[in-house]
T-cell receptor, first 119, second 110 residues
């Protein structure tokens, strides 16, 4: 069984501070994908990143960066110089890489972290 | 924009009534999914489809059925709605590398 834990239920930081959202996962699969999604107050789900389990390179996209560590089963997300527009609920998710029906990825989500950026 | 819509966007119904939610996509994607979102649970997979008339159960499928008679439409049916099925329902399609989600349907069962 797969499991994703986002232990931080809510985080509040002052604008321009850096903030890290934690994600710890459990899986028996040797190959898997990890994802982050953003859900702003408007309610839609916005894809941020997908990472393969065999690619442990950290990734940076503008103010966003992701730290993937297989040794600790973690896929943490850092926002640098946070802005009010970053206020949202952030979800980490996991899927096995399917052997049959390649492409059929069933996501297991964490419970989300509500991030509030205080102006 | 992945061309995915959901209808209705909001619905209030009474316990025991049947409810059908529709997910429509315009880009001929093979894989489609239904999730529900509840506080403290994140999103959980209800059912999914890997082609026309090919569907399977997800993590929380009890009380739900699905149908996919054509590629573009994936229907989720609550045969007899219960208050525990009050939730926000999201449909998703598998794009090139990730799942894209529809705007969601907020369902309230009184």
């Amino acid at each position: 069984a797969q499991k994703v834990t986002q232990a931080q239920t809510e985080i509040s930081v002052v604008e321009k501070e850096d903030v890290t959202l934690d994600c710890v996962y459990e899986t028996r699969d040797t190959t898997y994908y990890l994802f982050w999604y953003k859900q702003p107050p408007s309610g839609e789900l916005v894809f941020l990143i997908r990472r393969n389990s065999f690619d442990e390179q950290n990734e940076i996209s503008g103010r966003y960066s992701w730290n993937f560590q297989k040794s600790t089963s973690s896929f943490n997300f850092t926002i640098t110089a946070s802005q009010v527009v970053d206020s949202a609920v952030y979800f980490c998710a996991l899927s096995a890489v399917p052997v049959a029906n390649f492409g059929n990825e069933k996501l297991t989500f964490g419970t989300g972290t509500r991030l509030t950026i205080i102006p | 924009d992945a061309g995915i819509t959901q209808s209705p966007r909001h619905k209030v119904t009474e316990t025991g009534t049947p409810v059908t939610l529709r997910c429509h996509q315009t880009e001929n994607h093979r894989y489609m999914y239904w999730y529900r979102q509840d506080p403290g649970h994140g999103l959980r997979l209800i059912h999914y489809s890997y082609g026309v008339k090919d569907t399977d159960k997800g993590e929380v499928s009890d009380g739900y059925s699905v149908s996919r008679s054509k590629t573009e439409d994936f229907l989720l049916t609550l045969e007899s709605a219960t208050s525990s099925q009050t939730s926000v329902y999201f449909c998703a399609i598998r794009g090139r590398h990730e799942q894209f989600f529809g705007p969601g349907t907020r369902l309230t069962v009184l």
